[in-house]
């Protein structure tokens, strides 16, 4: 799947879960997915045990957004 259908499942609206990164249609917020993802659930379980309205093409949008934020910020050390 091209990465810019990855970026069209992500949504950040000021009006929804307070701005914070969500999946379209959803109130589901993209961290509380790669907070699973951290913990070792599979995108499987995290589909079939939290959250049975996304696919694994939402979680895959969820690392790209993830993985998007690191690349493009800049960080400096403390």
């Known amino acids: 799947m091209p990465k810019q259908n990855y970026i069209n499942r992500i949504v950040v609206n000021p009006e ?37 309205k996304l696919t694994k093409d939402d979680i895959k949008a969820a690392i790209h957004y993830a993985t998007e934020l690191i690349k493009n910020n800049e960080f400096v050390p403390v």
């Open 16 to 52: 929804i879960c307070h701005g914070q990164p969500c999946f379209k249609g959803t109130r589901i917020m993209v961290y509380l997915v790669l907070e699973l993802l951290e913990a070792g659930e599979t995108p499987e379980q995290i589909i079939a045990e939290y959250y049975p």
